[in-house]
């Protein structure tokens, strides 16, 4: 079977009596290391969504704007495994010291090593 990588694979199996994949090499498929799940407008609706990453810097960005927006987030999950609570909080930490620093930077006019040296926070 012939795939063109710019053509979706169907997701209907052509043989019944196989499981919906999709056709090897079809695209690349990589294991996302980060999943964070989260309810957008926790006051309004209990949709779940989920952000996949690969890039943990990524990951603590998205936390940020999930931080900064009050959205609710229900699971880190790192290699398909649930975060447990020291680890999931050191990332929730970081993510809020960032935001922390970035705030302080911009109300104060200070340099990040006067935010290291005055607040700790790692601007």
């Known amino acids: 079977m ?6 979706k694979p169907s997701a209907v199996s052509e043989k019944p ?6 056709p090897i090499n079809a695209c690349h498929i990589m294991l996302n290391k980060f999943a964070i799940d989260y309810i957008a407008f926790p006051h309004h609706h209990t949709r779940v ?3 996949f990453t690969d890039d943990p810097i990524e990951a603590e960005d998205f936390l ?11 699971a880190i999950r790192h290699d398909s495994a649930a975060m447990t ?11 809020a ?3 922390a620093a970035a705030l302080l930077q911009e109300s104060l006019a200070l340099d990040p090593a006067e935010i290291k040296g005055r607040f700790g926070f790692a601007a």
């Open 85 to 95: 609570g020291p680890q999931f909080d050191q990332l929730l930490k970081v993510a």
């Open 64 to 74: 940020m704007h999930l931080l900064a927006a009050r959205a609710r987030i229900t």
């Open 49 to 51: 969504f989920t952000h």
């Open 2 to 7: 012939d795939v063109n990588p710019s053509q």
């Open 17 to 22: 009596d196989q499981p919906f994949s999709y």
């Open 97 to 99: 010291q960032r935001i």
